[in-house]
Structure formats: C-alpha cells, structure tokens
C-alpha cells in the first residue's frame, strides 16, 4: 500500500539520483560538449566555452536547490512540516529556480533552445514561491494557535 513514508523516501531517492546525474554532468561536461557540438547541425562549433560556462555556474544553484530540497523532506520526514526552517528552504529553493533562469537567459544569447530552459526554471520558481507564501501564512496560523490559551 502507498503511503506518505514511501512517497518521501521515492522523493529522497529521485533527488538522490539526480544529485549523481548532476555530478557525472559536471565531471563530463567537456566530452558532452563536445560530443553535443558535433553532433549538432546547428553550426555551433566556437561556442564550447559558453556551454561550459553555463554548466560550471549552473551548478551552483543545481546543486544548492537539490541539497535544499533533500533537507526540506528530512524536516517533512521527521514531521516538521510547518515551521519557519521550511518556509526559509522553500525561499532558497525559490531563488535557486530564478538563478538558474538568469544563467539560462544569459545563455540564450548563444543558443536559442536555452530560453525553454529560462521559462521552465522561471515558472518553477514562481510556483515554489507560491507555495512558500503558503506554507509561510500556516505557519502563522500554527504559532498564533499554539499561542492561543
């Protein structure tokens, strides 16, 4: 049976996995680069440093949204849900969306297919920012009740 436990621990694992696919990405991003130039048809050969660029400072907020996101369902885990941690993790992983949507505009300038990439990390970030405010107004109602005699 399906339950919240092991919907937290697929979670866990899916971060895990693509903290592993992050780290093989950086590791390898000459050989993909280049094997991604020639391959494509697009006339992209001069442009590897940019792709390198992208992928070393895009890994940055990768690497922090993904770290963020696996100490947010450690809190939810141990079941610390609404608390002002979380609501500080939620605004981090927020942030982390909305840089990785500045390296990718950035990176429009090179290649074009880069401005899909901006919106999605744009998007996600205004939808985890949602939540936050969310999550932000239950905790202020969780503290003003435990207040309350």
Known sequence: MWNGEKSITLS???ILFF???LLVVVVSAPWLINWFIHF???GLEGTEFFFKATIYVGFIPAACLLYSLLLLLRRIEDGQVFITE???RLRRISWCCF???GIALVSVFYYYPW???MVAAAFMGLIV???KNVVAQAVALKD????TI
Do not use: L, P
């Open 12 to 14: 866990k694992c899916c």
């Open 99 to 101: 840089f990785g949507a």
């Open 86 to 88: 979380n609501v500080e």
């Open 115 to 117: 401005f899909f990439v």
């Open 144 to 147: 003003e009740s435990d207040y």
């Open 40 to 42: 494509s048809q697009a």
């Open 129 to 131: 920012r949602v939540v």
């Open 19 to 21: 903290m592993c696919v």
